[in-house]
């Protein structure tokens, strides 16, 4: 939760601009040559490329490598399950409190290739959801027909996240000022009472919340934002990009 | 800004966490599709559930997707862990299966890694059908069978829930453990690579079991304390079982 975006991107920038349903098809695009690629250059050049875009749109580094934090511990960790435990070609050998490890060169490369993977691969939706509302990302998943019930759940659960993080935030002072976290069993029981709450909250306000929209017309559909028509030099100029992008994966791999 | 305000909060209550997400290009092409094609069943069936109770109730609507934000909070929450010197975060998916049933805890499990792959770059996109596999639909039906197979056998509403919460942890790990050695495996053999993997988790995933059992539990040892009528409400208890008939 400690790396919710905290500040908007720059509005004035291209990719903020950009159509939704252009850069949610550039990225699932950009995101199979990624996943598809058995090399590590590829999946590095597209994670740089996007970390410095992520800089240029504004978000601190410092935000960056928080969200990185998690996929940097995973792939390390794969990286080291590969290195040991996949392989044939020795690389060489480590004794570490009697237990006899072997790093195997195949292995590592493999390890690596998985990494760099990940870091292409989050480096790309992080951009993505940097640089888009989760409004114009819900339109776009809508357009592409994503089920209706699904989108709305979603953007429910999003108008209602920042709220019940609110009052989350507001039980849980409440209970550290009275000690209820001072111990691991009386944390725990507070632990329970929080999320317990919570389910409560969410129940009385999905009823207060019906009633509003029922009086505000509201039929069990939720209204979406209108697309506006494709414009041609977004569209060409994302395609060129991916292109662009195509080619390069096809020559460093 | 609403931003502004929320992440002060969010840095207050924040330690290093690691979830049991898998992450975004970690699996290939292939196994990114095939565990999307098992999932999308699942997440179709959810979606027609709600679709159907969704006819007679508006509510319900509002009241998944504010579970589902619950879902997402609870998830994102880090719990230390002693064994393993670290924190992580419990899955939330056995409590929603307990409360709403467990394809409708699908859809709900898909709506918070939806937003976590988004925003906060816990799973991803391309693995958004393991994980829904691994935590929405092994973890919910884990949780939701287990919870009802111990209130058929008598056992009172804490107790199935902690079991409940127990199972669908631990499941949700057994399966992200598979397909993670099955996603990453090469030509090696499936289950050293699976035990290894396993191995793994193991230290952090076995006591976050446990407190993910007490979490339920405790939540809905509350929730039949303070506001039963809840539990009748979405089916988990009947309503000879309210307290005031006990």
């Known amino acids: 939760m400690h790396h919710f975006t905290p500040h908007n991107p720059s509005a004035t920038h291209l990719l903020t601009r950009l159509d939704a349903r252009v850069k949610l098809l550039c990225v699932l695009a950009l995101l199979l040559m990624v996943i598809s690629c058995h090399g590590m250059v590829f999946p590095l050049v597209v994670a740089f490329l996007c970390c410095l875009l992520c ?41 570490i409190f009697g237990l006899h490890l072997t790093g195997y060169r ?58 019940l993080i609110e009052e989350a935030q507001v039980v849980y002072q409440a209970q550290r000022n009275r000690l ?57 100029l994302s395609i060129l990009v991916v292109a662009a992008m195509g080619v390069l994966r096809m020559l460093v791999v | 800004m609403r931003f502004a305000y929320i992440t002060p909060v969010l840095l207050l209550i924040a330690t290093p966490a690691h979830a049991m997400h898998i992450s975004e290009g970690i699996l290939p092409f292939s196994w990114a599709a095939i565990w999307y094609a098992v999932a999308a069943p699942f997440v179709a069936l959810g979606v027609r559930r709600l679709n ?6 508006l509510s319900l609507k509002p009241l998944v997707g504010l579970l589902a934000a619950v879902v997402f909070i609870i998830s994102c929450m880090p719990i230390p862990v002693p064994t393993a010197g670290t924190c ?14 467990p394809l409708v805890s699908v859809l709900i499990a898909s709506v918070a890694l939806l937003i976590q792959a988004l925003f ?15 935590m929405g639909i092994v973890g919910s039906f884990a949780g939701w069978g287990v919870y009802r197979a111990i209130r058929r056998m008598g056992g009172g509403v804490a107790l199935a829930g902690f079991i409940a919460g127990v199972a669908a942890d631990w499941s949700t790990y057994a399966a992200t453990a598979l397909v993670l050695a099955l996603g990453i495996r090469g030509d090696a053999p499936l289950i050293p690579l699976f035990t290894k993997v396993a ?25 039949y304390n303070k506001r039963p009528d809840l539990l009748v409400k979405m089916k988990v208890i009947t309503e000879r079982e309210l307290p005031s008939n006990g």
Request: hydrophobic share 50%; aromatic share 10%.
């Open chain 1, 106 to 163: 195949d292995g590592l490369l493999d390890g690596a290739a998985i990494a760099s993977r990940i870091m292409g691969g989050v480096s790309l939706v992080a951009l993505f959801g940097f640089a888009t509302p989760f409004t114009e990302v819900m339109a776009a998943l809508s357009w592409l027909k994503v089920p209706q019930a699904l989108v709305d759940v979603s953007l429910f659960a999003w108008r209602y996240l920042f709220l």
């Open chain 2, 120 to 134: 906060l770059a816990h799973g991803g996109l391309s693995t958004l059908g393991a994980n829904i596999l691994s």
């Open chain 1, 180 to 236: 209820g976290y001072a111990g691991y069993r009386r944390g725990l029981s507070s632990f329970g009472t929080l999320a317990g709450v919570l389910v409560i909250k969410a129940f009385d306000n999905s009823q207060n919340v019906t009633t509003a929209m029922v009086q505000r017309g509201y039929d069990g559909r939720m209204p979406m934002l209108s697309h506006q028509p494709f414009r041609g030099a977004e569209v060409a």
């Open chain 1, 55 to 95: 800089l240029r749109l504004g978000l601190p580094a410092k935000l960056l490598l928080l969200r990185f934090s998690e996929p940097l511990f995973i792939a390390s960790g794969v990286l080291l399950l590969k290195l040991f435990f996949s392989g044939h070609l020795p690389l060489f050998t480590l004794d």
């Open chain 2, 199 to 223: 191995l793994a988790f193991l230290p952090t995933q076995l006591p976050l079991g446990i407190l993910e059992g007490v979490i339920t539990a405790g939540m809905l040892k509350l929730l």
């Open chain 2, 88 to 101: 992580s975060h419990p899955c939330g998916t056995g409590l929603s299966a307990v409360l709403v049933g």
């Open chain 2, 52 to 57: 159907i109770l969704g006819r007679d109730d």
